[in-house]
Every structure is written in structure tokens, then in C-alpha cells.
């Protein structure tokens, strides 16, 4: 089993920006890809973004504006969100995966005001 927990969600201002962190904990061996999704009221949850091996890919509403990155010796990912928008407003959650085994962060809220 893996743990997942978010931290750093919050409400800001149109162009502001937030960092989420998402800590790994327990049986960690292994774990192939880590990074994040997002769903917003009445939306399907959606891919932001991934780090898989060295690679990254993001969704296209967030290219050149949010980074993922991947600090293996504290098993942490992070989301850098900058110049964020208000239609960025969603529940943000953790995502790795082990195998074939998908594992979820319990979500943090980021709130974009206009």
C-alpha cells in the first residue's frame, strides 16, 4: 500500500500563484509515475500533469504555466501553478502508480478568484 498527502492548496487571485505537495509514504518500491489531477464541480476528473521516468507531460490548459517535478529522497511530487486563472479552480488530487496499481491522494482545493 502507498499513502498519499496533499498539502498547499488555498484560494488566490487570478494570476497568483500556489505550490501543491504531495508526500509518498509506505511501500513505496517502485513506484513508476507520480503526479496530478483535477476535478472541477460537475467535470470529469481531469489529467494535469505527469512524471514518468524522467519525462513529463501536461495537459494543454496548464502548458507553460504549471511545472511538476519529482524529489525521489523525500518521495515527493510537486505542482508549481503560476499565472493561474480562474477555470484552474478545482479539487487537485495525488496520483501513482505501482505496477498496475493506481493509488489517490485524498484531494486539496484550489480556489482561483477573478
Known amino acids: 500500500q502507498v499513502q498519499l498527502v496533499e498539502s498547499g492548496g488555498g484560494l488566490v487571485q487570478a494570476g497568483g500563484s500556489l505550490r501543491l505537495s504531495c508526500a509518498a509514504s509506505?511501500?513505496?518500491?517502485?513506484?513508476?509515475?507520480m503526479g496530478w489531477y483535477r476535478q472541477a464541480p460537475e467535470k470529469q476528473r481531469e489529467l494535469v500533469a505527469m512524471?514518468?521516468?524522467?519525462?513529463?507531460n501536461y495537459a494543454d490548459s496548464v502548458k507553460g504555466r504549471f511545472t511538476i517535478s519529482r524529489d525521489n529522497a523525500k518521495n515527493t511530487v510537486y505542482l508549481q501553478m503560476n499565472s493561474l486563472k480562474p477555470e484552474d479552480t478545482a479539487v487537485y488530487y495525488c496520483?501513482?502508480?505501482?505496477?498496475?496499481?493506481?493509488?489517490w491522494g485524498q484531494g486539496t482545493q484550489v480556489t482561483v478568484s477573478s
Open positions: 512524471t514518468r521516468g524522467g519525462t513529463t
Open positions: 509506505g511501500n513505496i518500491f517502485s513506484i513508476a509515475a
Open positions: 496520483y501513482a502508480r505501482q505496477a498496475l496499481t493506481a493509488y
